[in-house]
């Protein structure tokens, strides 16, 4: 059968339900309507099994559709579109596929049938319209935990091999009491819609352990999520009972059909014109995410794309998104803090209420934007975890960590921070290996330690990696320690990514992305509890003391670490300072930072004189 020669059908939906096409496909009890946005004459194909039904859409405005009365949730489709009929198209707002997305060098030929090697879209269950979620749970000023949520449970030994690197792994009793014994606020999941690996990793047989390379953006990865949507809204749902949130990291600002030579899989075969930004001179695809491609944000059917999908994932019970090299978010071609997409946002009546946070940074033109995002939205402050390395490893001021401890208020303005601060994250160095790794060590990437971050502010505490030698193992526990106190006694929100609390290692690779593999598994039973029960420690102090918002000091004593109040030429040759805040029923905060003896010093008591 060609594939745009399609056998036609003779039903249509009853006339009471017929309504402008809402995108994707949509279940009723008349049937099934599917629309989709394409420049070009577009076939609605079906499959049962290995065999495919074609039906012809109609079009208007850009705008494809077709009733079919005979389809009904649990049905698989895909979709021809005329600009090279032989590629089977990934609906972009499917919401389950029924496959992984896997790399393969027919994706990028021209006229090469791909029903084969492309996932399809299942038809979803009749909309619930059910009521209005909850307000976000989680709060600013709390600590958030990113999850890998593969790697997070891959080696745990309490949760069951079946369910182990799932969505619904999250949910286990024993995650549950880890989560809560360090009063984590919100959990944030690395990307969880379905990825497809970059076509240089498989030839060296790697795969993509990220998923920061999206097709659909609504679609979530059947290898985290056999059960679909209801997984994670079940998983979303425990969690909350639990007094925990969750928030989603999401990738709007390219897909992973890649550069011209990549693969055609939903969006290019769709309308390559519309949904990538393309510069004006030679025509060429912008490369402002370091990826082949950018998302054009200029064009309000992409803002649309984006708006539905984080209402689809709001309505699933999460209580906010942080956004991927966020600034490719405003561009149209250049950052724009009054974009759209923003305003878009704040007047959706869901949305508005989600809790927002922006990787404030991409490699295009004027593409670090920290401290430029709207007021509502919270930013990953990359000045904080280098300035806090920096002071620790031995080569920045007292009064620049001073700084950064009090909020950022260099960057950030207003009555409180929008800081979400960090010492680790995903990518780079993990905590344990910024104190044993002055270098990079990525050769198993396959890039000839060629990628991954340069330059990571760390230090080896003399000696390369793992170290038998006593002094330097407790040098290294020590500069942890310091670096996880200076963490939880800053003003602003804290983030703390999964295993740092126990002392993960990826033996010092710094760009984790494609080791699916023990490399960034969590080693859940050679964790070290001493570790562990520091952070417990430091969070139920955080917790108690009342630093777990975002204001600004304002009742602030600095001290000279003899005692004295410190005066302002001394912070440049400070080794450190001590912070004294007032407390509730009388009590004082006490923030002792001594870079001198490698050590913080917390305290939460009736005024204190003096320091013992």
Aim: a negative charge; one cysteine or more; hydrophobic letters at 40%.
């Amino acid at each position: 059968m060609s594939p745009l020669d399609p056998s036609m059908g003779d039903g249509t939906i009853g006339d009471a339900d017929v309504a402008a096409p809402t995108l994707g496909a949509t279940a009723s009890a008349s049937g099934t309507r599917f629309a989709v946005r394409s420049a070009t004459p577009t076939t609605l194909c079906l499959f049962d099994g290995d065999t495919e039904r074609q039906m012809q859409m109609t079009g208007t405005d850009g705008i494809w559709s077709v009733d079919m009365p005979d389809i009904s949730p649990g049905a698989l489709y895909g979709y021809r579109a005329a600009a090279d009929a032989a590629k089977l198209l990934v609906d972009p707002y499917a919401i389950e596929i029924d496959r992984p997305f896997a790399y393969d060098a027919r994706l990028g030929q021209p006229g090469v049938d791909t029903a084969a090697i492309v996932p399809r879209a299942i038809v979803p269950a009749i909309a619930d319209k059910g009521e209005t979620p909850q307000p976000p749970l989680f709060k600013p000023g709390r600590l958030i935990y990113e999850i890998n949520v593969r790697g997070f449970t891959m080696r745990h030994p309490d949760v069951p091999p079946e369910q182990r690197g799932t969505i619904a792994a999250l949910a286990h009793p024993s995650v549950i009491a880890h989560l809560r014994a360090l009063k984590v606020g919100a959990v944030e999941l690395m990307p969880i819609v379905a990825w497809i690996d970059e076509r240089h990793l498989p030839p060296l047989g790697l795969s993509n352990a990220w998923g920061y390379n999206p097709v659909v953006p609504m679609a979530i990865d059947p290898r985290l999520a056999p059960g679909g949507v209801a997984e994670l809204t079940q998983t979303i749902a425990t969690l909350r009972a639990a007094g925990i949130g969750t928030i989603l990291d999401l990738v709007f600002n390219h897909s992973g059909e890649s550069d011209v030579d990549g693969p055609t899989l939903s969006m290019r075969g769709l309308d390559d014109r519309l949904y990538y930004a393309r510069r004006p001179d030679d025509d060429a695809l912008i490369n402002d995410t370091g990826t082949g491609n950018t998302l054009d944000f200029s064009k309000p059917e992409v803002r649309a794309l984006v708006v539905d999908s984080l209402r689809h994932f709001a309505r699933a019970g999460v209580d906010g998104f942080r956004f991927d090299l966020a600034p490719v978010l405003a561009r149209g071609p250049g950052f724009d803090p009054r974009a759209p997409i923003f305003r878009e946002i704040a007047a959706d009546p869901l949305l508005s209420t989600r809790v927002l946070i922006a990787e404030p940074w991409d490699i295009g033109p004027g593409g670090y934007q920290l401290g430029s995002f709207p007021d509502r939205w919270l930013e990953w402050n990359d000045r904080y975890r280098d300035d806090v390395r920096r002071f620790w490893r031995g080569d920045a001021s007292a009064g620049t960590l001073a700084t950064r401890v009090a909020g950022s208020s260099d960057i950030f303005h207003g009555m409180g921070t929008r800081s979400v601060n960090f010492v680790a994250a995903h990518d780079g160095f993990t905590l344990a290996d910024t104190v044993a790794y002055a270098e990079r060590h990525n050769q198993a990437n396959g890039e000839d330690n060629r990628d991954g971050q340069g330059e990571n502010f760390s230090w080896n505490n003399g000696a390369e990696g793992p170290s038998d030698d006593a002094a330097i193992r407790r040098r290294r526990d020590l500069d942890v320690r310091a670096l996880l106190a200076t963490l939880f006694a800053s003003k602003g929100t804290i983030m703390l990514t999964a295993g740092d609390e126990f002392g993960r290692t990826q033996h010092g690779n710094n760009n984790a992305y494609a080791q699916d593999n023990e490399t960034s598994w969590l080693d859940w039973e050679r964790r070290d509890t001493s570790l562990e029960e520091f952070v417990a420690a430091l969070a139920m102090f955080r917790h108690d003391a009342g630093l777990d918002d975002c204001a600004f000091l304002v009742h602030a004593e600095w001290r000279y670490l003899s005692g004295p109040s410190m005066t302002p030429t001394a912070w440049e040759e400070a080794e450190g300072f001590e912070l004294r805040l007032p407390a509730r029923d009388g009590q004082t905060i006490m923030i002792r930072i001594d870079g001198a003896s490698r050590r913080v010093t917390l305290a939460l008591a009736h005024l204190l004189d003096s320091v013992a």
